[in-house]
């Protein structure tokens, strides 16, 4: 079937902003999320967007959707070294959500 | 207020070997989910409970893992026997929603996870 697609990896300087993109596979998902994950622990939520918004700011968050292409994206202004983590987009299927499998944001000093 | 517990945190067992998993969520969350998730990719459903009631197992492999959760609180994940390929870490994550459909806002807390290597 389809899936939640995200690039493996992404590198930036700290200070700079990171861009994480993904694309999405329902067009009637009502809901959906940026999940952090840090090494060893489990999924955190970081913020979300109802499917009626294009935007959505949230203090160094900001959060992207074109529900015409289905794509989905989260930037982080002023990338610190503490936002080293996985970051996963979902959607809400139903009942459920539907992950993809995760970019690797790597901050270096 | 604390989180998700989860029990074990690292699990090694030989192939063949039975193994449990416990989950405690969050205190008033009525729906809990069990998550597979394999290296490198997000979590997969296998099973989700609205109180004490499995409403999707869909994705459960049934012939080797059961779920239970009595008492619509605390839950167990079972693999017996296990095989190489279930090495992954084991998900457990909680949520206040209900069968309103995916309209609803549904924010899941997820738990440290169990890790299980399958020798």
């Known amino acids: 079937g389809e899936d939640v697609e995200q690039s493996l990896f992404l590198s930036v300087r700290e200070g700079d902003s990171s861009v994480i993109n993904c694309t999405y596979t329902?067009?009637?998902?009502?809901?959906l999320y940026w999940y952090k994950q840090e090494p060893g622990a489990g999924l955190q939520l970081l913020t979300y967007i109802f499917s009626n918004m294009d935007m959505k700011q949230d203090q160094r968050l900001t959060v992207l959707l074109n529900k015409k292409d289905k794509h989905l994206s989260l930037r982080i202004a002023d990338t610190q070294t503490g936002d080293s983590a996985i970051y996963f987009c979902?959607?809400?299927?139903?009942?459920?959500?539907?992950f993809g499998a995760g970019t690797r944001l790597t901050v270096k000093p | 207020e604390a989180g998700v517990v989860q029990s074990p945190r690292y699990k090694i067992i030989e192939k063949k070997q039975p193994v449990a998993f416990w989950c405690n969520p969050i205190s008033g969350h009525n729906t809990l989910y069990w998550y597979r998730q394999n290296l490198g990719q997000g979590p997969e459903l296998l099973i989700r409970y609205e109180n004490e009631e499995a409403v999707d197992d869909s994705q459960l492999p049934k012939d080797r893992f059961s779920a239970e959760r009595l008492k619509g609180v605390d839950s167990t994940l079972k693999i017996q026997p296990a095989e190489l390929g279930d090495s992954a870490v084991y998900l457990c994550?909680?949520?206040?929603?209900?069968?309103?459909?995916?309209?609803?806002?549904?924010?899941?807390?997820f738990g440290p996870g169990t890790r299980l290597t399958v020798l």
């Open positions: 994550a909680s949520s206040l929603v209900g069968t309103s459909g995916g309209s609803s806002y549904n924010e899941q807390f």
């Open positions: 329902d067009s009637s998902s009502t809901y």
């Open positions: 979902a959607e809400s299927i139903s009942d459920d959500m539907r």
